[in-house]
């Protein structure tokens, strides 16, 4: 996966949930439109090793007469144009580009420590928006190996103390948060899709990352992880917390892995196990009025971790 174009390559790095991401692309890419998000993320110091590699080409991507077995043919952001195939040594993403005439490859080693990207013709727009993607995707897997978890979750951030709220694309995390942020005094929002949880010495940390959904938050900060909340629509409010396996249940589905390469998802598996053991997790049925942030707030503060 080695860019093979005469064209300058330039390095750049970013630090995100403390690990190193190194993108080598060539000058006639412009990174900095291409990655705005990714702006309070840049790592300055030299010599870093970086954890993660990812390559960017617009070169022609090789050609593969067997791209592998394939894995998923859908996806909620590009619906039938991505396909997700399985190889002995790696893995390989496409996806058909908005005008119908190229494809979008990513070639990732089976850890996705390294990856390059093949960017076909499109837009701007289009550049900006599949790159990003596609460095969530691997970085979240990636970041499996150092005892590091994507979360889909929106998280507050109470006084240096960060709770998330969990649940199914439609379950009101979002909302909910915007709840705690209108009635809850000293709050704000560090992340609205995608953060990050690691372990550490002093505990479980809770990182803002360059990948926020619709909400542009991106914010470089890390605070101690308080609680998972999993959401629930329902016609009263009602919390309940969920100890030991229940709370391991709970948090799963919202954590970024892919089933099919068994050593990263256990890899997954064992850092939750530590995870849930330091980390209440609650189940919070709910409207989407103040009462529930109240309930919620009241509940998460007033327990025994």
């Known amino acids: 996966m080695t860019l093979t174009t005469s ?46 590699q990812v390559n960017l080409s617009t070169d022609k991507a090789p050609e593969v007469a067997d791209l592998g077995v394939l894995r998923s043919d859908l996806s909620i952001s590009w619906g039938d144009r991505f396909c997700f195939y399985e190889k002995e040594k790696g893995y390989i993403t496409t996806i058909v580009n908005e005008q119908g005439d190229g494809m979008w490859y990513l070639y990732s080693d ?111 900060e890390s605070i101690v992880l308080k609680a998972f909340v999993r959401l629930q629509q329902a016609p009263e409010n009602k919390f309940d917390l969920m100890p030991g396996i229940k709370g391991f249940i709970a948090v799963l589905p919202s954590c970024t892995a892919i089933r099919w390469n068994k050593d990263l998802f256990a890899e997954m598996n064992t850092t939750l196990e530590k995870v ?20 919620c707030h009241e509940r998460i503060f007033d327990s025994a971790v």
């Open 276 to 295: 849930i053991s330091k980390v209440q997790v609650g189940f919070l049925k709910c409207l989407p009025d103040q009462a529930a942030a109240e309930l």
């Open 7 to 52: 064209t300058e390559i330039i390095k750049k790095q970013y630090k995100i949930a403390d690990l190193t991401l190194q993108i080598n692309y060539t000058t006639d890419l412009d990174l900095e439109k291409l990655l705005p998000t990714f702006r309070d993320f840049e790592w300055y110091t030299q010599g870093d090793q970086a954890a993660i």
């Open 110 to 220: 089976r850890d996705f420590a390294k990856s390059t990207i093949y960017i076909p013709q499109s837009s701007a727009y289009e550049q900006s928006t599949v790159i990003c993607w596609m460095l969530m995707m691997l970085f979240g897997q990636a970041a499996l190996l150092h005892e590091v978890i994507m979360i889909h979750g929106s998280v507050i951030n109470l006084n240096g103390q960060g709770i998330v709220f969990l649940g199914k694309s439609g379950t009101g995390k979002s909302t909910h948060s915007r709840l705690w942020l209108s009635h809850i005094p000293e709050t704000s929002l560090l992340n609205d899709d995608n953060p990050a949880i690691r372990i550490k010495e002093d505990g479980v940390l809770i990182y803002g990352t360059p990948w926020s959904g619709k909400t542009p938050c991106y914010k470089n």
